[in-house]
């Protein structure tokens, strides 16, 4: 299958050496007119790479997000600036994987795409989900939001909640590990949510023990498919048909 790229740009001196060296290594560019256009493709796991020109209006914000996903989720994440300060600063701090300079060089650009085809190929192996049905608690600011949980892995877990989860919020959670009697909880940042209830939440913070609770769940998890060949596997993204609202940094 070929892989894609968004490609958020609106330079025409970059356009056709982004266009033939994605070309050359068997990737499809789909040019996209808005950076909320660019996030969904890169969330419904449409495109593997995300490439931004951080001149535009909002670039940062759009990089920024695509950062916040966990590590196998996250696509390849390349900006194209200008060398001029402070766009220079502020798009090592954006959160991009790698920076390339205008004009842009053929070569630069293809070593570029194959390290991070690499890296992330490399940390989708390390970040395995796993179907999970357990009750899960948020905390917001007035009440407790109950829901069942759809997936889970070491990086974050999707829900489905009994009425819309606030978007752009972190929020305390709380849910027990199935077979277990351990109550995993933290806080986490939700990345996207429907009005239907689904939600995708990125964990910001756990404690020692419970990441090692939750990783020797997911080992065990990991085990058990292998010997019965019946490996379920989610990412912590909606489905392409979902209607979703996605997380902007400020």
């Known amino acids: 299958m070929r892989h894609s790229a968004a490609v958020l740009c609106q330079d025409k001196r970059s356009l056709p050496t982004l266009e033939a060296t994605l070309h050359e290594l068997g990737i499809d560019l789909v040019k996209c007119s808005s950076g909320h256009e660019a996030l969904e493709l890169v969330m419904a796991g449409r495109c593997s790479t995300l490439i931004v020109d951080f001149d535009l209006d909002g670039a940062e914000e759009i990089i920024r997000m695509a950062a916040l996903l966990p590590p196998g989720q996250k696509p390849a994440l390349l900006a194209v600036a200008s060398r001029a300060w402070p766009g220079t600063g502020q798009a090592f701090q954006s959160g991009a994987s790698r920076i390339l300079y205008r004009p842009l060089d053929a070569e630069q650009l293809k070593e570029a795409l194959k390290d991070e085809r690499k890296n992330r190929n490399t940390n989708q192996r390390k970040s395995t989900r796993y179907e999970i049905k357990t009750l899960v608690y948020l905390e917001l600011e007035s009440a407790t939001l109950s829901g069942v949980s759809i997936d889970i892995g070491e990086h974050g877990l999707a829900i489905q909640a009994t009425e819309p989860v606030p978007i752009s919020s972190n929020l305390a959670f709380r849910c027990v590990l199935p077979g277990t009697d351990f ?63 996605f997380s902007m940094s400020e």
């Open 183 to 245: 109550t995993l909880q933290g806080h986490a940042d939700v990345i996207w949510a429907s009005d239907q209830g689904r939600a995708g939440l990125f964990f910001t913070k756990l404690s020692p023990a419970a990441r090692k609770q939750l990783k020797r769940w997911l080992n065990k998890r990991s085990a058990h498919n292998k010997q019965n060949e019946t490996s379920s596997l989610h990412g912590l993204m909606p489905t392409e048909d979902a209607h979703v609202s």
